[in-house]
């Protein structure tokens, strides 16, 4: 792994470049006689997953989430929900903007009813994420800002009851790396970066993903969980 360092320019071509550099760090022959489950954690993030999950073989679902958002700024997180109905909350924001705990559970609730069941309607026909009971789990995105996303996940599938989990990811801001490896049984990246921008600074090229775009990788993916195993 590169140590700490600060970047002017990008460190990736796209998110293909990426895979390729994730690919040489993780213990691939460790997960695959373990079984490990896949997770991608963002639309970006199957790009990356599904690669990974077809060239080794390996099972791969999705896990959605929405931000909540502060009233009337819709810049700054407070916190994030999961298809579990997992909450994190950055909890020093919350209080210094006076904002009650109701409101955060309450939006969570609103959030999920209206873009999270979506999510599931549109990739898994409205099944849950898939039985990750006993498995060894490597969540994946395509880059870690803010780290709610991942600790949100990270909830999630703990309390599905997994085995150990594990984090890969081409970057992460430096100030998360110490919080989340806690947290984890390994974190699997290329950079820790100080003054951290946004992921999209960090590629030459970051494409929106669109939806129809996600369902075509899904539809070829061997290893998406609900259509291996005929859920969908």
Sequence with gaps: MVEN??????????????YKALVEILPVKVMQHEKWVLIALSSGAVEIASKLSQRFELDFDLLFSEAILAPYNDECQLGMVSETNDIVIEEKLVKS????????????????????QGYQNRYRKGLPISDLQDRNILLIDEGCETGLNAMCA???????????????????????????????????????????????????????????????????????????????
Excluded: W
């Design 97 to 116: 903007f006076g904002i009650p705990m109701d409101f955060i559970y309450q939006e969570g609730e609103r959030l999920f009813y209206k873009y999270i």
């Design 5 to 18: 360092s600060n970047f002017d320019t990008y460190l990736f071509e796209d998110r293909k470049d990426a």
């Design 154 to 232: 990270l909830k999630s599938v703990i309390n599905l009851g997994i085995k150990k989990v594990s984090l890969a990811t081409p970057f992460l801001a430096d100030d998360l790396f110490g919080v989340l490896d806690m947290k984890v049984d390994k974190i699997y990246t290329l950079h820790q970066i100080k003054d951290f921008i946004r992921v999209s600074y960090y590629y030459k090229d970051l494409p929106e993903i669109k939806p129809k775009k996600v369902i075509e990788m899904l539809d070829k993916c061997n290893h998406f969980l609900p259509l291996k195993k005929g859920e969908v």
